[in-house]
């Protein structure tokens, strides 16, 4: 397949390292060129001069910009794409309807939110396709993305509340991760050693998740003896909020995204 990338900024950068693992043929802008040399460089993809030149003869084109700077994209772009390109989004917010205002209903429009797990095939991706986009080239999209990591696709009125989640989730993970090697470290762990035994746990925990199906409440009573030390622990953590304050982080970011 033929990709065509426009910005290559962190998300679009990992994004094009796990594609490259799909031997696909990639050609790729972006505003900065020292950071679109590198990127290329390490993905094997043709750098670009024009965002025009970038998608010429693509057969997908993934838009890796900001929202803020997704209009002035689109323009430069809308009498180059064609009917029969799929176009992928992956700017927060912005709904499949505003591409196509400014592309032509006919294009075939596909809304994404990735992360940036997605450099180390640990990704989770979620879509939302526009109405032009066919079954088998959703299909397509998907087998593409897979090379990230996870793939899902859900209405397009979640798609705000999965940036919450997933695009941002990544955040939230090394905050906490971080905040549990600080207290090891206060403890005597070594940090690089606490760094790593943090780090593990939480890929242990996620992956008894995913592979058992229990939920997260059950396994987390299966760590915690009556009277023992977790169940302590758990209690320090609830009296602080950490439940309550994760949740109205999710709800304040959803909020920022419409």
Do not use: W
């Amino acid at each position: 397949m033929k990709i065509g990338i426009v910005g290559t900024g962190n998300m679009g950068g990992a994004l094009m390292e796990a594609f490259a693992r799909g031997g696909h043929e990639m050609r790729a802008c972006n505003h900065t060129r020292e950071k679109l040399e590198a990127v290329c460089a390490k993905t094997g993809a043709v750098p670009a001069d024009t965002n025009r030149s970038a998608i010429e003869g693509a057969d997908l084109i993934l838009l890796a910009v900001k929202p803020v700077a997704m209009d002035g994209v689109l323009a430069e772009l809308r009498e180059a794409v064609t009917a029969g390109q799929i176009i992928v989004s992956i700017a927060v917010g912005l709904p499949v309807s505003h591409y196509a205002e400014i592309l032509g209903a006919d294009k075939k429009i596909v809304r994404a939110m990735p992360n940036t797990p997605a450099a180390v095939r640990a990704g989770m991706t979620a879509f939302t396709f526009g109405e032009n986009v066919t079954a088998e080239e959703q299909e397509t999209v998907l087998s593409l993305f897979s090379l990230a990591g996870e793939t899902a696709v859900l209405p397009e009125r979640l798609m705000n509340a999965v940036s919450a989640l997933t695009g941002s989730g990544p955040a939230y993970a090394y905050m906490f991760l971080e905040a549990m090697a600080d207290g090891a470290c206060c403890a005597g762990i070594p940090r690089d050693q606490a760094y790593k035994l943090a780090a593990q746990t939480l890929l242990g925990a996620a992956k008894m998740v995913l592979e058992t199906g229990k939920h997260p409440g059950v396994l987390k009573d299966e760590v915690c003896s009556p009277g023992g030390t977790t169940i302590r622990a758990v209690a320090e953590l609830e009296k602080r909020g950490m439940r309550a304050a994760l949740m109205e982080a999710i709800r304040v970011c959803t909020e920022a995204a419409n």
